[in-house]
């Protein structure tokens, strides 16, 4: 029997960050940790990432 090796991916270095929260699936669990910052009120409606990767544009409920 193989043994099952466990890995993890780490938020705190700027891959597995990316990995998790700048994909298109996980859109949405990127905009609730955001609006987490903000005491959980419901700030930000929207994200969208620019083509070189270094730009989030947030886009704030009015």
């Known amino acids: 029997m193989r043994k099952i090796e466990e890995r993890y991916i780490s938020l705190l270095i700027d891959s597995g960050f990316k990995r998790i929260f ?3 699936p996980n859109k949405e669990l990127l905009i609730n940790f955001l ?3 903000f005491d959980g009120e419901e700030v930000i409606k929207d994200v969208k990432k620019e083509e070189n990767n270094a730009i989030l544009r947030l886009q704030r409920r009015c």
Do not use: C, I, P
């Open 22 to 24: 700048g994909t298109d």
């Open 35 to 37: 609006n987490s910052l």
